[in-house]
């Protein structure tokens, strides 16, 4: 019973990943880094996610400590957050906000406070999406591994 | 008796971004090579043995290797956009080290700008990676990873690769009257390589 659960997990997986992939999420540099996983680095993936998580929500936090100043007009320093968020997404595939990045980028080098407010709820949007959607995919992975775990155990 | 054991490449990445550190080992590590990966230029210059430790101004003056340098390296990946010095900063230091400059160096960059392109390749940059890096990309590094390994063993695989070069040598200083084959080339335990006089390659065994 448990050794169909992991089939099921499996396809849940590919399932979510599909889904993320046709949203324009996640794109093949999500995959590269499933590449890189193996015996000799077996939870790769998640520790460059996380730390992805880390350095996202610390730029996340500058950005909006920049723009709540009133006076605010230091659009290089912002220029600087968002090139170093736009390069770590898009190390890790994630299109989406990269791209969310690159727009909100261009408006802040207009000097336009107020489009510059309005791109950063976007980006934190778009991020918190991402970061449910990654964790439901560890959440899949970590299941699918005990109950793989538990059907070789019962086979013995 | 063999040649050269199997050769354990040596590669310092510099980045100051956290994850493409992890990212650019993993991919070297997969390719079998082994890695040292630093946050910062000074960091790389201390690592080469090129920098005192009081000394991280760029304009600091030229300062001979300290010979600290615990292992070889045998090709240099960096990042250009860096805060303090730039990966270009970096190229061009390790382009005016007597000691160095023969290390293969490869530069990553996020923006695809033609002219930053050039201004690396034009300083000696041997390849120039867009980021996010690949795996395909680590293929890339092999042919610059054997030239520079053998540029510094220079005795044995360049005579035998370049014998159109040798051959000058050997006309020049050959006069009329001489007819015996010149010398040059490699011995093993049982056999000979002799360079003719006409380029090509003989091979005696048992002498």
Same mark, same amino acid.
């Given at each position: 019973?448990?050794?169909?659960?992991?089939?099921?997990?499996?396809?849940?997986?590919?399932?979510?990943?599909?889904?993320?992939?046709?949203?324009?999420?996640?794109?093949?540099?999500?995959?590269?880094?499933?590449?890189?996983?193996?015996?000799?680095?077996?939870?790769?993936?998640?520790?460059?996610?996380?730390?992805?998580?880390?350095?996202?929500?610390?730029?996340?936090?500058?950005?909006?400590?920049?723009?709540?100043?009133?006076?605010?007009?230091?659009?290089?320093?912002?220029?600087?957050?968002?090139?170093?968020?736009?390069?770590?997404?898009?190390?890790?595939?994630?299109?989406?906000?990269?791209?969310?990045?690159?727009?909100?980028?261009?408006?802040?080098?207009?000097?336009?406070?107020?489009?510059?407010?309005?791109?950063?709820?976007?980006?934190?949007?778009?991020?918190?999406?991402?970061?449910?959607?990654?964790?439901?995919?560890?959440?899949?992975?970590?299941?699918?591994?005990?109950?793989?775990?538990?059907?070789?155990?019962?086979?013995? | 008796?063999?040649?050269?054991?199997?050769?354990?490449?040596?590669?310092?990445?510099?980045?100051?971004?956290?994850?493409?550190?992890? /990212?650019?080992? *993993?991919?070297?590590?997969? %390719? &079998?090579?082994?890695?040292?990966? +630093?946050?910062?230029? @000074?960091?790389?210059?201390?690592?080469?043995?090129?920098?005192?430790?009081?000394?991280?101004?760029?304009?600091?003056?030229?300062?001979?290797?300290?010979?600290?340098?615990?292992?070889?390296?045998?090709?240099?990946?960096?990042?250009?956009?860096?805060?303090?010095?730039?990966?270009?900063? /970096?190229?061009? *230091?390790?382009?005016?080290? %007597? &000691?160095?400059?023969?290390?293969? +160096?490869?530069?990553? @960059?996020?923006?695809?700008?033609?002219?930053?392109?050039?201004?690396?390749?034009?300083?000696?940059?041997?390849?120039?990676?867009?980021?996010?890096?690949?795996?395909?990309?680590?293929?890339?590094?092999?042919?610059?990873?054997?030239?520079?390994?053998?540029?510094?063993?220079?005795?044995? /695989?360049?005579?035998?690769?370049?014998?159109?070069?040798?051959?000058?040598?050997?006309?020049?200083?050959?006069?009329?009257?001489?007819?015996?084959?010149?010398?040059?080339?490699?011995?093993?335990?049982?056999?000979?390589?002799?360079?003719?006089?006409?380029?090509?390659?003989?091979?005696?065994?048992?002498?």
């Amino acid at each position: 019973m448990l050794g169909l659960g992991v089939d099921q997990l499996r396809a849940d997986m590919n399932q979510l990943l599909a889904l993320l992939f046709h949203q324009g999420v996640l794109d093949d540099h999500f995959l590269q880094l499933q590449q890189l996983q193996d015996v000799t680095s077996p939870n790769f993936v998640y520790e460059v996610v996380n730390i992805y998580f880390h350095e996202s929500e610390k730029l996340l936090r500058n950005l909006r400590v920049l723009l709540m100043d009133r006076d605010f007009s230091d659009y290089k320093k912002m220029g600087i957050h968002l090139n170093q968020f736009m390069g770590s997404s898009s190390s890790i595939g994630a299109k989406r906000v990269r791209n969310v990045c690159f727009a909100f980028r261009a408006v802040s080098e207009q000097n336009n406070r107020a489009g510059c407010l309005r791109a950063l709820e976007v980006l934190e949007h778009e991020y918190c999406y991402l970061k449910n959607k990654l964790h439901e995919l560890f959440h899949i992975e970590q299941q699918r591994v005990m109950a793989a775990a538990v059907r070789y155990r019962i086979q013995d | 008796m063999g040649m050269a054991t199997e050769a354990q490449f040596h590669v310092l990445a510099v980045d100051d971004s956290l994850i493409d550190r992890k /990212l650019i080992e *993993r991919l070297l590590k997969t %390719s &079998s090579y082994q890695v040292t990966a +630093v946050d910062s230029v @000074s960091k790389a210059l201390k690592f080469l043995g090129l920098l005192e430790d009081d000394q991280i101004s760029p304009n600091s003056p030229y300062v001979s290797p300290n010979h600290n340098q615990e292992m070889e390296v045998n090709l240099i990946i960096t990042d250009y956009c860096m805060p303090g010095m730039t990966g270009y900063d /970096l190229l061009k *230091r390790i382009k005016e080290s %007597s &000691s160095l400059k023969n290390i293969p +160096v490869v530069i990553m @960059s996020s923006e695809n700008v033609p002219s930053r392109i050039n201004r690396c390749l034009d300083e000696g940059a041997e390849e120039f990676f867009l980021k996010p890096v690949q795996l395909s990309d680590m293929k890339r590094l092999q042919p610059h990873l054997w030239k520079g390994k053998y540029k510094e063993e220079p005795h044995q /695989l360049q005579q035998l690769q370049q014998p159109h070069k040798k051959r000058k040598a050997i006309e020049e200083s050959l006069s009329i009257e001489r007819t015996r084959a010149r010398y040059s080339g490699l011995i093993t335990k049982n056999n000979i390589l002799l360079e003719q006089e006409d380029g090509s390659i003989s091979f005696f065994s048992h002498i």
